[in-house]
């Protein structure tokens, strides 16, 4: 393992942006927003629908949910 540790959310959000994953993101006002997360950094997200693209921050964001299930550890690794 390398010596700079990868956290949680970057490795969740990496996993859906590279599958290209369907996702529903809820935010703390209670908005519902879908799509494919395409980019993000430490502070917000890009989310395409249907040839539109938003940028959410992500202070705003209370959950990610992926239409599929997503495998983020391998066995071995538990």
């Known amino acids: 393992m390398s010596d700079k540790q990868q956290n949680l ?3 969740f959000l990496n ?3 590279r599958d290209k994953m369907q996702v529903t993101v809820f935010l703390v006002n209670g908005v519902k927003l879908q799509g494919v997360i395409t ?3 430490n502070f917000s997200m890009l989310l395409r629908r249907e040839g539109h693209v938003q ?3 992500k202070h705003a964001v209370s959950t990610v949910m992926p239409l599929d299930p997503v495998n983020l550890f ?3 690794e538990a």
């Open 9 to 11: 959310q970057d490795i």
């Open 15 to 17: 996993h859906v942006r």
């Open 39 to 41: 980019w993000f950094d």
């Open 55 to 57: 940028l959410v921050y």
């Open 74 to 76: 391998h066995e071995h």
